[in-house]
């Protein structure tokens, strides 16, 4: 390799080629002479090659690296921004990741990428937990509760807590329905609602069998027999749901059955507001009007007596007291049967047992370690044993006897008895009906039942036949049929309207005279003489009406004795006669009316005329009425 640009002869290039040269090596040739024996020095221009390794951009070292790390963070962001939109759960763990890396610290150990670091005196709870962002986890045991998924979804849509600041956390164990699919389906639809507001937190779904024997019924799961070790079983499954999807971030857990039909929208503010450790409401359950409309539900809510610690104290160490059951006459006073449906919603009450349809607990009580104890706690367990387990680490455990949710009505043996023994009563009376309605209809086939009916539509027919016949002859012959009928109809209408007048004019002449015997001054004689004047008038009027005919006469043909009148005899009363012109007068034994004078004779003479008109008009009627029966 010629490095030097010498030919390849050999020869240098100040050398001819006749200046004979020494070569070394094996052959003997003619030997190269060194720069000094040739008197040339050594030579190295320092410009030679610079212009080959010049740079060719101006920017310097830390510019370039400048614009290396530029574009990793741009390509980070991108990749953060992305995994955010792809996977929502990851936003709160990132960005509070984010935040905690840079404001937490500078330091080496705040540098670390898979560290997360809260702060728990930030989660407390509050009653203003919607305005300070505190978070909820809520918890939903589940259990072959596919029929009842859908009516629990629509309650958690209609909540008015702010949804992304609900984590919800669900338990499907022992099932043996569609509930885990059904779940998952209803999860996908709510979160892929189009308002971003709908949509909820972080959302949990565990799978776990506890070996639950006992069935869903509701005569198995509210059987005496099975009350202490189904309680126990799911004791542990809210101590499994509870310990995987309790977070550090959250402030409140809520419990909440997915059976519960009716519940206000607002009941986690509603309880919230009370800021306490542990808060339950009242549960009730609607029943048929036949079972008396309503009933209470939950009576695992009551205070602690007397008698029940007594009975405590006599049962074995692993015994579980259960409310409600005639084994256990605990005599506690009970949330339920304190309810007034007008009373104070607000109203508190302190409690030691608590039922599990809805509870809500402060997050820091479960971190102190309270529990749903699987075991007999001071003999009790589950929401109960958590109930006293609370009080015994001096949480404050209310519950408000005015403020009632409803639970869903589930028929026990006896309802559904009872309701078949009705369905089957109302189906004997449909059938008896039924049967009674063919009988009638035979009969009526089989004998001539429509004579009577068929009668009486032929003499309408005549009767309609008739008129017309009286119309057409009336229209032709004026002077007979139809003109007669309205002749004969003038004249009834002509003599109507002149009684009318009559009675009319009668009616004025009595409300005059009465009004004058009012303004007359009266005395207590001549009331009384008034008064019997007025009955006797009425009594001879009664007399006068009877026909004659009417009175009995003596029977001659038998040869029975006619006895002579008697005369009459002689009376105090002051009465009425006519004389033989008819006209009316007092008679007066005893000169009562002569004595009175001056303006009461006046009153006693205008009453006698209006008691004298009255008689004249019972008189018309009766002779009148009279001549009607006859």
């Known amino acids: 390799m010629n490095r030097h640009a010498y030919p390849s002869s050999g020869l240098s290039p100040t050398d001819s080629p006749q200046s004979p040269k020494t070569f070394f090596g094996n052959g003997g040739g003619r030997r190269v002479p060194t720069m000094g024996e040739s008197g040339r020095g050594f030579h190295i221009r320092p410009d030679k090659y610079d212009d080959k390794y010049k740079p060719s951009s101006k920017r310097t070292m830390w510019q370039r690296r400048r614009k290396s790390l530029l574009r990793l963070g741009g390509m980070l962001t991108g990749v953060f921004c992305i995994l955010m939109l792809i996977f ?163 402030s409140w857990v809520y419990w909440r059955d997915v059976d519960v039909e009716t519940a206000p929208f607002t009941i986690l503010e509603d309880l919230m507001r009370h800021n306490k450790d542990v808060i339950v409401p009242n549960v009730w359950r609607p029943l048929p009007e036949w079972l008396g409309g309503e009933q209470p539900y939950d009576l695992n809510s009551w205070q602690e007596s007397e008698t029940a610690l007594a009975l405590a104290d006599t049962l074995d160490e692993d015994a579980v007291i259960v409310e409600g059951y005639a084994e256990y006459a605990t005599w506690r006073p009970h949330l339920a049967y304190l309810r007034d449906p007008y009373g104070d919603p607000d109203m508190e009450m302190e409690i030691d047992g608590v039922g599990g349809v809805s509870i809500l607990a402060k997050a820091k009580v479960f971190r102190s370690g309270v529990h749903f104890p699987a075991f007999s706690f001071e003999k009790h367990a589950e929401t109960e044993g958590f109930g006293k387990m609370a009080k015994r680490m001096s949480f404050s455990v209310v519950g408000l006897p005015h403020y009632t949710i409803w639970h869903l009505y589930e028929p026990s043996y006896e309802d559904i008895r009872h309701m078949e023994e009705l369905e089957q009563e109302r189906a004997a009376q449909e059938a008896a009906e039924q049967q009674r309605r063919e009988r009638t209809e035979r009969i009526q086939q089989d004998f001539d039942t429509g004579a009577s009916s068929q009668f009486e539509k032929d003499k309408a027919a005549m009767r309609e036949a008739v008129r017309k016949m009286k119309e057409v002859r009336g229209r032709s012959h004026p002077d007979e049929g139809w003109a007669e009928d309205e002749r004969f109809r003038g004249q009834r209408e002509e003599t109507r309207r002149k009684g009318e007048e009559e009675e009319g004019t009668k009616k004025e002449e009595e409300r005059a005279a009465a009004q004058k015997v009012e303004e007359l001054p009266k005395a207590p004689v001549v009331e009384e003489v008034a008064k019997k004047i007025a009955a006797d008038v009425e009594q001879k009027a009664q007399v006068e009406a009877k026909p004659e005919a009417a009175k009995p006469k003596p029977d001659v043909a038998k040869g029975a004795a006619l006895e002579p009148p008697s005369p009459p005899e002689k009376s105090s009363e002051v009465k009425l006669q006519r004389d033989a012109d008819g006209k009316a007068h007092l008679e007066d034994p005893l000169g009562e009316i002569k004595e009175l004078g001056g303006d009461s004779a006046a009153a006693v003479a205008e009453g006698v005329r209006r008691q004298e008109v009255k008689m004249q008009e019972a008189a018309q009627r009766a002779a009148a009425g009279g001549g009607g029966k006859s």
């Open 88 to 250: 929502p759960s990851l936003r709160p763990a990132a960005l509070f990741s984010a935040l905690s890396l840079f404001t937490l610290g500078g330091g080496e150990e705040f540098n670390i990428e898979t560290v997360r670091y809260y702060d728990l005196s930030n989660v407390g709870g509050t009653s203003r937990g919607w305005e300070r962002e505190e978070r909820i986890l809520l918890c939903a045991p589940l259990r072959d509760a596919a029929p009842h998924l859908p009516m629990f979804f629509s309650h958690l849509r209609n909540l008015t807590y702010p949804h992304n600041l609900i984590d919800l956390a669900f338990l499907v164990g022992d099932s043996k329905d569609d509930t885990a699919e059904l779940l998952s389906d209803l999860l996908a639809q709510l979160q892929a609602a189009e308002n971003v507001k709908e949509t909820f937190g972080e959302i949990s779904v565990l799978e776990k069998d506890f070996g639950q024997v006992v069935n869903q019924d509701v005569e198995s799961r509210h059987g005496f027999a099975a009350q202490a070790g189904r309680r126990k079983s799911m004791a542990q499954a809210r101590n499994w749901l509870l310990s995987a999807a309790l977070r550090p971030t959250h």
